[in-house]
Structure formats: C-alpha cells, structure tokens
C-alpha cells in the first residue's frame, strides 16, 4: 500500500513539472517571438510563428524593407506577458508592448500609452507557435 502511495505522489509531481515546463515554453515563445515582431525583426519572428503566419510577414519584410532599417529605427520594443490561458492545443496571451526607446527619452513626441493585446498560439508538432492573422 505504501508503494502505490509513492508512485501516485511520484506521478503527481511529474505530471506538475511537464505541466509548468508547457507553460513556460509557451510564454518564452510568445515574448521572444512578440519582441522580434514589434522590433521589425521578421525573420526572427518567422522562428516562433506557424508556417502561415511565416508567410505573413516575409510579406510584411518585403512591404516595409525592415532588413534595411537600422535598430534605432526600428525601436527597442519589451513585450510584458499579463495573463495566458491555453487549452491543449491553442493558447491566448495577453500581452502589453512598450517602445523603450520612446519611453527613455526626455522629450516624448509620442505617448505611449500600454495597450493590452491578444496573441493566439497554437500547438503544433510539440511546438508553441504565435498564429499572425492578415487584416
């Protein structure tokens, strides 16, 4: 009786560690995929996208010729996560972004205000990845 004990606790815990590392991942491709989009860096962002949504912003690369601007141009760009809620296969990540390289500067033309927004991650071949939609 005392094994079964240990081997209910023991796959107890590890159902919690599979649970929380599926979390983690999910939020570490979220940022670093969020953070390359908004600092116009596609090809990084294509690392962490579907392949449809690859295909969006090679297009979007192609429309704005983001591979010619410099970083200042592009801005320095955090992307901070607030909430996620994620099924098995498809995941919503509420996120704020802030344009530090506005927000350090003295003299704001722009005000930033945060805004929250929603990105869809879907679960694909074990993979978390961020679902862009053409609009």
Known sequence: ?????YILLFFSLLFLAVSCSEDK?????????LKA??????D????YSTPRSKVILMEMKELIGSDR?????????????????????KAEVIYEVVNQ????????????SNVKEVAIMVKIDGHWLLEFEAD
Do not use: C, P, W
């Open 69 to 89: 601007l410099t970083s200042k141009q592009k801005g320095i760009f955090n992307v901070k996560l607030l909430h996620t809620t994620r099924s098995s296969t």
């Open 44 to 47: 990084k962002a294509a690392r």
């Open 101 to 112: 390289s506005i927000a350090e500067n003295k003299y704001k033309e722009i005000e930033l």
């Open 37 to 42: 989009f908004y600092s116009g860096d596609f």
């Open 1 to 5: 009786m005392k094994n079964l004990n």
């Open 25 to 33: 991942r999910l939020e570490n491709n979220a940022q670093k995929g």
